[in-house]
């Protein structure tokens, strides 16, 4: 079975401009999230989608970055424009997202975003 | 609000000896626990989790946790480690009627020959 996948790997940008990222889940996983991981912390949950609807964008800085999960599978994240520190890893999961129940919650390897 | 904290955030560790890495949550209600690694440039990968019943839960690759309620804590052991074990170890808790995770800031375990 394939696993979550993410493009870029890698990115470097300057600051200001503008800059997307791609996942694809899992076939058949409802749920998707995308999380912020800057270095020497823990993943924070920045979005997360059931099918083609946002659950929780509370922790998503609206002014800068947007995300869409148009048809419910693949997912878009933007930032515009691009600040310092946005440097992070951005990781992408998914999970079956059936409800009332745990789900396992699978990772993509992420995109490194860094902004000079 | 439930939260993490991972109280070393480093810890080398020699081949085959034993290893524990501290986790305690805070949290005013019900919760999950769940232990992540992440190999280098790689995403995460689910160790371990408790959701009910005993409070000792196995892993995967020889680990194990125990859930301490008393103590708000659920440390991650492993009696033998590997040179393969070198990796980042995440903590994480969510509240049992909502799946969303919130981590703590991670332990860097270096194992050496």
């Known amino acids: 079975e394939a696993g979550v996948a993410q493009s870029p790997r890698y990115k470097i940008i300057e600051k200001r401009q503008s800059v997307a990222f791609w996942c694809n889940p899992i076939s058949g996983h409802a749920t998707l999230y995308w999380y912020q991981q800057i270095l020497g912390q823990g993943p924070k949950l920045l979005i997360q989608f059931q099918n083609n609807g946002v659950v929780d964008d509370s922790q998503l800085p609206k002014d800068r970055f947007s995300a869409e999960r148009l048809k419910g599978v693949d997912s878009t994240l933007k930032i515009q424009p691009a600040k310092l520190e946005d440097s992070a890893v951005y990781l992408c999961a998914s999970s079956l997202g059936k409800q009332g129940l745990y789900n396992e919650q699978f990772f993509g390897p992420g995109t490194r975003l860094t902004v000079l | 609000a439930q939260s993490v904290t991972q109280l070393d955030s480093q810890v080398p560790v020699f081949e085959e000896a034993p290893v524990e890495l501290r986790c305690n949550y805070s949290?005013?209600?019900?919760?999950?626990l769940f232990w992540y690694v992440q190999y280098p440039n790689q995403g995460l990968q689910l160790l371990l989790k408790y959701l009910s019943g005993s409070t000792l839960v196995k892993g995967i690759n020889g680990f194990e946790a125990e859930f301490n309620k008393s103590q708000t804590s659920f440390h991650l052991r492993k009696p033998s480690v590997h040179i393969s074990d070198t990796a980042e170890y995440f903590c994480?808790?969510?509240?049992?009627?909502?799946?969303?995770?919130?981590f703590g800031a991670g332990t860097t375990v270096t194992v050496r020959a």
């Open positions: 994480a808790v969510s509240l049992s009627n909502d799946y969303k995770l919130s």
């Open positions: 949290s005013s209600v019900s919760v999950y």
